[in-house]
């Protein structure tokens, strides 16, 4: 699942994971149906632009997805180095299974952090 406000950026991903083997079932380019998507498609993973334009970050997001699916996987990726900070102060995101990636990035690391977390929700489910 891939929630990114930037059509060219969305379908960017969208080809490059799809050509690395990944089935991409939904994207959205607001967050305002996060959770009905999530809810509808089950996705492995969820990559989460920050900065979004229908009043949900990223970061708002990923906490409504975790309030109702803690053991989901998401990628937040955003082009401000500053959500560092708020993403490392969040105590809501101790122990869950997710990342922050900051733009300008190598379409090789979006793969690597999303084998990464796909792998470590893997592992989750076979020892639950």
Do not use: C
Not at 21 to 44: M, Q, R
Not at 59 to 69: K, Q, S
Not at 98 to 107: C, M, N, V
Request: charged content about 25%; hydrophobic content about 40%; overall charge negative.
């Amino acid at each position: 699942m891939i929630i990114e406000d930037e059509q060219d950026l969305l379908n960017l991903y969208k080809d490059f994971l799809i050509n690395k083997g990944y089935h991409i079932s939904v994207t959205n380019t607001t967050a305002s149906n996060v959770l009905s998507d999530y809810e509808e498609f089950k996705p492995d993973l969820v990559i989460l632009d920050y900065k979004l334009p229908d009043g949900k970050n990223g970061l708002e997001a990923a906490n409504e997805i975790f309030g109702e699916y803690p053991f989901a996987s998401i990628l937040i990726i955003s082009a401000y180095d500053s959500v560092k900070q708020s993403f490392n102060s969040e105590k809501k995101f101790v122990a869950k299974n997710i990342k922050l990636l900051i733009k300008p990035f190598k379409l090789s690391k979006l793969n690597e952090l999303a084998i990464d977390l796909v792998n470590k929700q893997s592992n989750r489910q076979i020892r639950n």
